[in-house]
């Protein structure tokens, strides 16, 4: 029944109703001979409601078989008979089956009719919930779709763009497909690459505002550091100085334990921990740019970020690396470096919390191209300058530059290197600077005794230098032995010092003192000595002034001492190392100019006295017993000079001018018998000499309490030559001149031609044995033979 329902249903439409009918027939016609169940045919006519057609092709086909029938019974009548008999049986049951066909058809109508009519209504009812379940479903995705529309439109508007950038690729892998509406999904493909074409404009002009941001942000950002750096560097300074007075404390008081308390940084460097992260003093805002990574990646475009950073970078770098002609370097120099520490400062947190933005190996290549530029900078800027404390500023800032990008791993020998490589220069300009620093200095000092009313400036000039002689507080007004050129060069040396120590420290090099010390030593014997040798020769015009001059020398004596020392300090070396390696006192030809020139100014005071030699009578009859005018104006000079000089010179200066002086004074005694002017004398004026000698000698004696009784001596020791020619002249056994021993022991300073030419003036009628020397023509006795051959004697070693 299925297939003969389904061939039915494949059956071509005829042109008309007779075709059908025909076509009916003949299959209904078909199934009777085949034996086949007519049942589809009845329930077929019945469906359609045509009951009638199928009774009509049954009586057609009865019809056409009639004539078979008539055949059939002709030929086999009693079969003929029977079956028809059949037929009849057969065509009152059909009508019975009609009827019953009938009536089942009208049953079943009315039933079926109410079913079928509510089976229509059930279809088109689960047919309603259907497409209304689909659209509830479209309009649910639709909902969701458009909810995300929404969050991303507001985190659009809220520059949310990873949030925007997320809820645009759901909205791709979730709704793109799903889309019921071919006009919302034709609006998504248009619209979700012109959102990410947005994002990535916004995010890269963001980005580009922060490029120029950063610039400002790094110069910032390098000052700060640097200014850490050399507050660091300050308070290591003063707990030196600490130090340093802590240990001349213990120095000075060996006995006494001196405790210091040691500072310690609280924070290392001022915000930036040991591993050079930043605690909040260096803060600076790298959202921005983790930003636009960030987003690069997620757009897919992280490589191209990442060349676009590095490129940009880069550029501003050489930017940064361009030094203004219109600014002097000096002026521009810390904006110069600080700028460039920024950058690397930056680009070493970029490294670290970037997350692969940039390499180690890019930086480092950006490191070497910063650092061989600024090498070349140094090089031209330092190979201009001509001022020693312009370089000295910029050393400053370059070494802390150093400290500062060191504690960020970033190496900086090149840099120490080209600071290293200028130091003989520095000193130069350094040394040409002090030279007119001093020459100024001391062409302002009125070599007079410089007075000070307070403590304080007792401080300044004095203790400062430690050029005291004493711990003991003097009471003020004060009047300090020396002038104001003394504290003048002393504050010139110690800055030279101060400014030597502070080129060579943080520069690389630890034990420097030797450098220090070396150019400490030129500034000394070259320029400070031989201002002072020039002023000595030329500026010098009275006593006053040369004793002034000595005064201040010994003064510079305890000064150099004290600038050794504090070279030895601040380098860091300790005192008993620097004071093993000391040297002889560096301005010793100043200092004996000095001297030089003060007694030979004296030599001149003394010989106005000496002049009173010219008064003596060298034939007196009587001898003097209380000395010729001459010594006691000698003498009454040589006092007031050892009362006024013993206020400001120095002890052993002094003894040395008194030597001096008396050797001189001597001298020109011996010189005076040497003299034409004397043409003879006898022996009362020998005495007279004799005497004149004691009074010297006795002034001599008299300086003990002053100097000491080893100094006393070597001051009479300095009336030898005249004191031995007195005694040879008054000697019992001149011929005693001759014996070697004797001549070294009591006649060494005597020259025997002195000796013979001053005996020759002998003139003398007394018994002494000297009494006939340089007689002519007289009688000879026998002394007078003994000492005519002494005398021929002494004339054949000459």
């Known amino acids: 029944m ?27 016609s078909a199934a009777i001979c085949n034996g086949e169940d007519v049942g589809p045919f009845v329930r077929k006519a019945f469906a359609s409601g045509k009951p009638e057609t199928v009774l009509h092709h049954l009586r057609h086909f009865t019809r056409s078989k009639e004539s078979e029938i008539e055949d059939v019974c002709r030929a086999h009548y009693e079969d003929f008979i029977t079956a028809v008999d059949d037929l009849r049986s057969l065509l009152s049951d059909v009508d019975s089956l009609k009827s019953s066909l009938s009536n089942s058809n009208t049953q079943l109508q009315s039933v079926a009719v109410p079913l079928l009519t509510t089976l229509d209504s059930f279809v088109e009812a689960r047919n309603k919930c259907k497409n209304i379940t689909l659209a509830i479903q479209s309009l649910r995705t639709c909902v969701n779709l458009i909810e995300l529309c929404s969050r991303a439109n507001r985190h659009l508007s809220e520059n949310h763009f990873y949030m925007a950038l997320k809820c645009v690729d759901s909205i791709e892998s979730e709704f793109m497909n799903k889309t019921p509406s071919s006009t919302l999904r034709r609006m998504l493909e248009k619209q979700i690459p012109e959102i990410r074409s947005h994002i990535e404009r916004k995010i890269n002009k963001e980005f580009g505002d922060w490029l120029v941001e950063i610039r400002v942000v790094s110069r910032n950002l390098g000052q700060l550091a640097i200014g850490q750096a050399s507050a660091s560097r300050q308070r290591e300074e003063e707990l030196r100085i600490k130090q340093r007075q802590a240990e001349e404390q213990s120095r000075l008081s060996l006995r006494d334990c001196v405790y210091a308390l040691e500072e310690e940084d609280d924070d290392g460097f001022n915000g930036i921990s040991d591993d050079g992260k930043d605690n909040g003093m260096l803060g600076f805002d790298l959202t921005p740019l983790y930003r636009a990574y960030h987003i690069n990646q997620t757009l897919g475009l ?13 550029l501003q770098l050489t930017s940064d690396f361009q030094v203004s002609s219109m600014t002097p370097f000096l002026e521009s ?19 670290r919390t970037g997350g692969g933005l940039v390499s180690k190996m890019e930086v480092e290549n950006l490191w070497d191209t910063a650092m061989s530029k600024m090498c070349s900078v140094l090089e031209d800027q330092f190979s201009r300058m001509q001022t020693a404390n312009h370089l000295l500023l910029i050393k400053d800032y370059v070494s802390l530059l150093g400290v500062t990008l060191r504690r960020y791993g970033y190496p900086v020998e090149a840099l120490l290197d080209v600071l290293s490589k200028h130091r003989d220069k520095y000193h130069e300009l350094l040394l040409s ?9 001391l062409a302002a000092d009125k070599f007079e005794q410089m007075y000070m009313k307070k403590e304080y400036e007792y401080s300044m000039n004095v203790l400062s230098f430690q050029l005291q002689t004493s711990n003991i507080m003097p009471a003020f007004p004060y009047v300090a032995p020396f002038s104001c050129k003394v504290p003048d060069c002393c504050r010139i040396v110690r800055s030279f010092i101060e400014d030597s120590v502070s080129f060579m420290s943080h520069g690389g090099q630890l034990d420097f003192y030797d450098v220090v010390k070396k150019y400490l030593d030129r500034l000394l014997t070259e320029v400070l000595d031989g201002a002072l040798l020039k002023l000595i020769n030329t500026s010098i015009g009275g006593v006053t002034q040369a004793m002034q001059m000595a005064a ?19 380098s860091g070396i300790p005192l008993r190392m620097a004071e093993r390696g000391r040297r002889l006192f560096p301005l010793t030809k100043a200092r004996d100019a000095a001297e030089e020139m003060l007694s030979s100014l004296l030599k001149q005071k003394v010989d106005g006295f000496l002049l009173l030699i010219e008064n003596v009578n060298w034939m007196v009859d009587d001898p003097l017993q209380g000395g010729n005018e001459y010594v006691h104006e000698v003498i009454i000079f040589l006092e007031t000079l050892v009362s006024t000089a013993q206020q400001i010179l120095p002890v052993q200066v002094l003894k040395r001018v008194l030597q001096d002086v008396l050797f001189h004074i001597s001298e020109m005694i011996v010189g005076a018998l040497l003299g034409e002017s004397v043409k003879r004398f006898n022996m009362n004026a020998i ?21 000491s009784e080893a100094d006393a001596s070597q001051l ?12 040879l002249f008054l000697s019992n056994h001149p011929e005693n001149f001759l014996n070697p021993v004797i001549r070294e022991r009591s006649y060494n300073a005597l020259d025997y031609r002195k000796v013979v030419t001053i005996s020759e003036k002998m003139r003398d009628q007394s018994d002494r ?4 020397f340089g007689t002519r023509g007289s009688k000879q006795n026998t002394k007078k033979k003994s000492l005519d051959a002494l005398i021929k004697r002494l004339k054949d070693v000459n």
């Open 433 to 441: 600077d002090c030279r007119k620093q001093i020459t100024e200095a």
């Open 716 to 727: 009479k020791a300095a009336l030898a030559e005249s004191r031995q020619l007195v005694n």
């Open 552 to 570: 201040n020398m010994a003064v510079f004596e305890r000064a150099c001492d004290f600038f050794f020392r504090h070279a030895a300090q601040l």
């Open 769 to 772: 044995l000297f009494g006939s």
């Open 2 to 28: 299925n297939t003969s329902k389904m061939r039915r249903k494949v059956v071509p439409a005829v042109e008309n109703g007779d075709s059908a009918d025909k076509l009916d027939q003949l299959l209904l």
């Open 687 to 707: 005495m007279g000499l004799d005497v004149d000698i004691r009074m010297l000698e006795s002034f001599a004696e008299n300086q003990a309490p002053l100097l």
């Open 333 to 351: 120099h810390q904006t110069f470096f600080a700028q460039i520490a920024g950058f690397f400062i930056v680009e070493d947190r970029v490294l």
């Open 302 to 314: 992280e490589d191209r970020f990442k060349q676009y950073y590095f490129e940009n970078r880069k």
